[in-house]
């Protein structure tokens, strides 16, 4: 949604434009508001893009209220460094939802950044498990990036990942793999209103 989640569900980063994600481009889209009713933070455990970072932990949550017209309010965070000492950073979005072509559901689109360094990703719910216990979303960013996150609600974060995202993950989403999550994340001391001591500075890449 996370995000970047994005956690950030993907931000601006200093990587080259990957190659789309052929598999999960030829698999079929699922409704993204399987992904937009889960109320607990969702973390992103790895993605296959946007690999050069120093950000980890991404997480993203949804700020209460919102509807499929006006659109959902997320509150994106991430650790802003590889040490478990580092300060978390955070970013606001208004992610919108756009109609699947060709199929009924939505996938899910939000800009990140700011000034004139605007960076536009889209969303799109390639697989889950029949709890709802993981998803696997496909990012396209206009920055010419695109890959997957494997992303799960905070409560399911250390238990074994369900086979149906772990396998699609792995067999349909090409590229290099970055684990963002780590032990020491934190996530329960992130609040909702972002007054953690060491998580009020704005994240403009991810």
Not at 107 to 122: C, V
Request: aromatic share 6%.
């Amino acid at each position: 949604m996370i995000f970047n989640l994005a956690l950030c569900f993907g931000v601006i980063a200093a990587s080259a434009a990957e190659e789309p994600m052929d598999g999960a481009l030829k698999s079929k889209d699922l409704d993204i508001r399987d992904v937009i009713n889960v109320t607990e933070r969702l973390v992103v455990i790895r993605r296959k893009h946007t690999i050069v970072t120093h950000l980890r932990c991404h997480s993203a949550l949804k700020m209460g209220g919102g509807n499929d017209t006006s659109g959902y309010i997320y509150l994106l965070k991430a650790r802003s460094g590889t040490n478990s000492s580092a300060a978390y950073v955070h970013s606001i979005v208004n992610v919108t939802l756009l109609p699947l072509n060709g199929s009924e559901g939505y996938k899910a689109t939000y800009l990140d950044g700011e000034n004139k360094s605007w960076t536009r990703y889209n969303l799109t719910l390639k697989q889950k498990d029949s709890n709802e216990g993981c998803f696997v979303i496909l990012v396209e960013k206009s920055t010419g990036q695109a890959g997957c996150e494997l992303v799960v609600p905070v409560s399911k974060r250390n238990i074994k990942i369900p086979e149906t995202c772990e396998n699609y993950y792995t067999h349909n989403c090409t590229g290099t793999s970055l684990e963002l999550y780590e032990p020491t994340c934190r996530y329960d001391k992130l609040d909702t209103n972002h007054n953690d001591s060491a998580a009020n500075t704005t994240v403009i890449g991810c």
